[in-house]
């Protein structure tokens, strides 16, 4: 097992972290983190920005991502 950082892209869903990280926000604070992962939003209704609350299962918020092809 790897001990490096690794960034989930979760289908329709929010990116989860895991492993060792801060989350900074635009004036350079750093938000508490008192979990080994973190899940971050990415559809842009969770009310606990920059963290997911699940707010996107209300939505019709859907994003497959896939790594290219050869890559």
């Known amino acids: 097992m790897s001990d490096k950082t ?3 892209v979760n ?3 929010p990116l ?5 990280f801060s989350v900074i926000d635009g004036e ?4 508490t983190i008192d979990k080994p992962m973190a899940a ?3 559809c842009g209704a969770s009310t606990t920005q ?3 609350n699940g707010a996107h299962l ?3 918020f859907e994003s497959v991502v896939r790594v290219p ?3």
């Open 6 to 8: 690794q960034v989930k």
């Open 11 to 13: 289908d329709n869903g």
């Open 16 to 20: 989860l972290i895991k492993g060792e």
């Open 28 to 31: 350079g604070k750093e938000f």
């Open 40 to 42: 971050i939003c990415r």
């Open 50 to 52: 920059p963290f997911c």
């Open 58 to 60: 209300k939505l019709p």
């Open 69 to 71: 092809q050869g890559e």
